[in-house]
């Protein structure tokens, strides 16, 4: 099964997105979920992570700007990101944490003009 994310899209630096997951109740229950993400030319990287008690950490280039959050009875994972900066333009996906090669989908590209 492939991970989906959405809500991608262009935004002016300064702007926010939020970015949404839903995931397979039977993978989502027992992981600890992440946000992942790839600038061009760049290896993938981890953004945020949340463990399934709500625990969050941020990569140092997101912290205070994004926030990752799950709604278990939904089984989605969030990651909402405001104060976008350029450097943020990625193809954002999510993934357990450590991520599983086979969840890989598509990501969603964001974009954020100066």
């Known amino acids: 099964v492939q991970l989906q994310a959405s809500g991608g899209g262009l935004v002016q630096a300064g702007g926010s997105l939020r970015l949404s997951c839903a995931v397979p109740?039977?993978?989502?229950?027992?992981?600890?979920m992440g946000w992942y993400r790839q600038a061009p030319g760049k290896q993938r990287e981890l953004v945020a992570g949340?463990?399934?008690?709500?625990?969050?950490d941020y990569s140092d280039s997101v912290k205070g700007r994004f926030t990752i959050s799950r709604n278990n009875a939904k089984n989605t994972v969030y990651l909402q990101m405001n104060s976008l900066k350029p450097e943020d333009t990625a193809v954002y996906y999510c993934?357990?944490?450590?991520?599983?090669?086979?969840?890989w989908g598509q990501g969603t590209l964001v974009t954020v003009s100066s």
């Open positions: 109740g039977s993978i989502f229950r027992l992981n600890t």
């Open positions: 949340i463990t399934q008690g709500g625990s969050a």
């Open positions: 993934n357990i944490r450590p991520p599983w090669a086979d969840y």
